[in-house]
Nanobody, 121 residues
Framework: QVQLVESGGGSVQAGGSLRLSCAAS????????MGWFRQALGKEREGVIA???????NIADSVNGRFTISKDNAKNTLYLEMNSLKPEDTAMYYC???????????????WGQGTQVTVSS
């Protein structure tokens, strides 16, 4: 069963923090990588941060030092901790799982429905 359900989005002022969650089915949680993408209005979907089955991570320069990714294996849940948020972080955030790519929109990927993050100045 393929399932990814994001939660935790909302509105926050610049400098604030949010934590997104992605509850996954056993199948999607066991893929080679899981990660987060975002898509701002009128822009392409971009990879933000990913974590791989060996524990390594990959992070976009734009969020490096502010965003962290983690997994709770007991809950089959992926998290995105976002700190020092900026207005340019405003976007729909999507959880992804794949055996191919988790920082590029490429290959066979499983997607959640997205959760909106809005950062006001």
């Amino acid at each position: 069963q393929v399932q990814l359900v994001e939660s935790g989005g909302g509105s926050v002022q610049a400098g604030g923090s949010l934590r997104l969650s992605c509850a996954a089915s056993e199948y999607t949680y066991s893929r080679r990588c899981m990660g987060w993408f975002r898509q701002a209005l009128g822009k392409e979907r971009e990879g933000v941060i990913a974590i791989y089955s060996d524990g390594s991570t990959n992070i976009a320069d734009s969020v490096n030092g502010r965003f962290t990714i983690s997994k709770d294996n007991a809950k089959n849940t992926l998290y995105l901790e976002m700190n020092s948020l900026k207005p340019e972080d405003t976007a729909m955030y999507y959880c992804v799982a794949s055996d191919d790519y988790c920082m590029l929109v490429l290959g066979k990927q499983y997607w959640g429905q997205g959760t909106q993050v809005t950062v006001s100045s």
